[in-house]
């Protein structure tokens, strides 16, 4: 369960929190006063939603085999618009003033909304969704408590970024909106980052030449993802402050002046002043502990079993039966042409067969397989792979890729490896 709490969680948290901002710094009047605009933002969810689960029906079924393809132009197009968005914000208290005076700058701002919306979801949800293929291990009944216990973890996980997201949502109206506008810019500054640090490592990943002065900070950007998901949450403490120092000023004793119904409005914005910053503040340490504590929990120092010798020769990789003929899991690396290091896999099924496929799937990458008590279990999701379905397509099964078996021996072409090197990059 909490494997799947950590892993979903930290995956939902920006998309949430940037529609929350996005909601809180452009709604405006109720009614037939809103402008024809405001449902674009939720269509911008919807539309971003479907086509995130969409994508990871394929990538799960193996109809779309390279996520790189379809995944850089997204992150080309949201980088720009996480630009515009940010810039709406900024904006958003001259946009949302006497919007109707200039209500084209008003229709811009909601349609870079449901853009940047429609696009971060499209990005952040996949991998999320991909969890679902987990929930039950191959030969395994349905209902089982572990899958139970898996689903409540998912389910936890979505729960726990959307309340987060509303908990500093509650901050709207206690907090100097200024302090608001500051913490969402931040916000989506750091999503921005994220989103460029996808783009540069597939275009370092397919280039012959990347600028030397953006290596590091790529380097320094992927090995902080968490910390950045954390101050992604930890930044509204700027408005959870000033709504406290709001509160806290507020009259609370009458006074020459001020009438009795005055002073019980100000006892009722100094409750939910502090209430809304003290919530804020639970949620922020929720957010720390669940990608600290959480993580640290649930991540296994495992390495995987040293790569073994073969022969390789005039575009041939040769390995002999008897070399892995034991049912044990067998792990070989490549070079490809480009310069990637591969690793592939074998194991010899029951009944002679032999499973043979890199040591990568489409769903977790290239982490890699290991044995234990005489199973295959993927080390990123820590699946169990059904060895009949070693060699097919699909879920968190290793990427096949052609070979041939004959004379004692099972050969492969290094061009088919050449072909493959993307899923190890």
């Known amino acids: 369960m909490l494997e799947q709490f950590v892993a979903v969680m930290p995956g939902t948290l920006a998309p949430a929190l940037l529609i929350m901002c996005l909601s ?55 980088v720009v618009v996480d630009l515009l968005a940010i810039a709406a ?99 989506m500054a750091i999503l921005f980052i994220q989103h460029a640090t996808g783009l540069l490592q597939m275009i370092q990943a397919h ?22 998901i954390m101050v992604q949450a930890l930044v509204f403490a700027i408005p959870a402050v000033a709504s406290m120092i709001a509160g806290f000023r507020m009259t ?30 639970v949620a922020m340490i929720g957010v720390t502990l669940t990608l600290t504590v959480g993580v640290s929990a649930t991540t296994q120092q495992i390495t995987l079993s040293p790569p073994e010798d073969y022969s390789l020769k005039d575009g041939v990789a040769t390995i002999t039966f008897a070399q892995v003929e034991d049912g044990h899991l067998h792990r070989f ?13 074998i194991i010899k099924k029951n009944g002679g067969a032999y499973g043979i496929g890199l040591d990568a799937c489409e769903n977790c990458g290239d982490a890699g397989y290991y044995e234990k008590d005489g199973k295959i279990i993927c080390k990123k999701c820590e699946v169990a792979i059904n060895l009949a379905t070693i060699g097919f397509k699909g879920g968190c099964n290793p990427i096949p890729f052609p070979f041939k078996m004959g004379g004692g021996k099972i050969t492969i072409q290094t061009a088919d490896l050449d072909a493959l090197s993307a899923h190890f990059q």
């Open 24 to 78: 809180v710094m452009l709604t405006v009047g109720e009614g037939k006063d809103k402008p024809i605009s405001s449902h674009w933002r939720l269509w911008g969810f919807i539309l971003g939603t479907i086509a995130a689960i969409v994508f990871a029906t394929l990538r799960a079924t193996a109809v779309i085999n390279q996520r790189t393809f379809v995944n850089q132009p997204v992150l080309t197009v949201a």
């Open 89 to 187: 914000v900024i904006a958003s208290p001259w946009i949302v003033k006497d919007w109707r005076k200039h209500a084209i700058w008003m229709h811009l701002a909601n349609a870079v909304s449901a853009i940047a919306i429609a696009l971060t979801l499209f990005y952040a949800l996949p991998d999320v969704i991909l969890q679902l293929t987990i929930w039950v291990e191959p030969d395994a009944p349905i209902f089982t408590s572990d899958m139970l216990l898996r689903a409540l973890g998912f389910l936890l996980g979505l729960a726990m970024s959307a309340i987060v997201a509303l908990i500093f949502r509650t901050m709207r109206s206690t907090a100097v909106r200024i302090s608001f506008t500051v913490a969402s810019v931040l916000m």
């Open 252 to 281: 609370t004793k009458p006074e020459p002046g001020v009438n009795e119904a005055t002073v019980r409005r100000h006892k009722a914005f100094r409750r939910h002043a502090i209430a809304s910053a003290v919530w804020s503040l």
């Open 207 to 228: 280039s012959l030449y990347f600028p030397r002065f953006l290596f590091q900070p790529l380097v320094f950007s992927i090995n902080h993802n968490q910390q950045m």
């Open 333 to 345: 690396e490549y070079k490809a042409k480009d310069g990637t290091e591969m690793r592939f896999i």
